[in-house]
């Protein structure tokens, strides 16, 4: 299913009668109560596979597996390092280590986690240099796996460093980082977020998450 299917299926629902909760890990939340969450209502998650060209998350299997055993639909994330290496050479190695996909209807596509980093804001590069690095994952994504990765992001970091550019807007899903009670302004042209991260502290592990659709709008999310 083309995303831009998706996206004028779901613009259409109220998100008070079509919104399905889930969460996102890494090993910094340590043990997830997959269990817990799941008979709680969430029914997605999002689990940190790897970053920059060499790390890989050592809790990555254990919580990929316990999201499958616990019934979720679940995907994996690569929290991007532009420092690092090529937005190609990244894709490459998430591809390999966890962020493949597949239209089984329980994995969502790779996403990618481009926000704040350890070294400086922007990772020491120009808007446009910005741009052209996550065009390079963005392409080489989708050409291992057929699939676009959906973009995980804050508006601040967006417009400051790729100058608020509106290149993936018709072709990869927003996952919009805003942790308040309303989703505040939606950056890149985007007429929507996919996903919403409202706040940091989800009781079972992790950060809270809300999916803007159905249950049946987000397992075609998984399916293709």
Not at 19 to 45: E, W
Request: proline letters at 4%.
């Amino acid at each position: 299913m083309k995303f831009l299917a998706l996206a004028a299926f779901v613009s259409n629902l109220p998100l008070s009668l079509a919104a399905v909760s889930g969460f996102d890990v890494s090993h910094y939340q340590g043990t997830v109560n997959f269990a817990g969450a799941y008979s709680s209502g969430a029914r997605f998650v999002l689990i940190k596979a790897t970053e920059g060209t060499s790390y890989t998350d050592p809790k990555f299997s254990d919580n990929y597996v316990g999201a499958t055993n616990a019934g979720f639909i679940r995907g994996a994330y690569h929290f991007a390092r532009p420092d690092e290496g090529t937005g190609s050479a990244q894709a490459q190695f998430f591809h390999s280590h966890g962020g493949g996909w597949s239209g089984d209807g329980i994995t969502l596509p790779g996403m990618l986690d481009i926000e704040y980093g350890p070294t400086s804001t922007c990772y020491g590069l120009s808007q446009s240099a910005m741009v052209t690095w996550i065009t390079s994952f963005v392409n080489e994504y989708h050409s291992l796996t057929g699939r676009y990765p959906l973009i995980y992001t804050t508006n601040d970091w967006w417009t400051t460093c790729t100058g608020n550019t509106s290149k993936y807007s018709t072709t990869c899903p927003l996952v919009l980082a805003h942790y308040s009670s309303s989703v505040g302004t939606i950056p890149g042209g985007w007429p929507f977020q996919t996903f919403w991260q409202f706040n940091d502290n989800y009781a079972y592990g992790g950060d809270s998450d809300t999916f803007n659709g159905n249950s049946a709008n987000l397992k075609k999310l998984a399916t293709g």
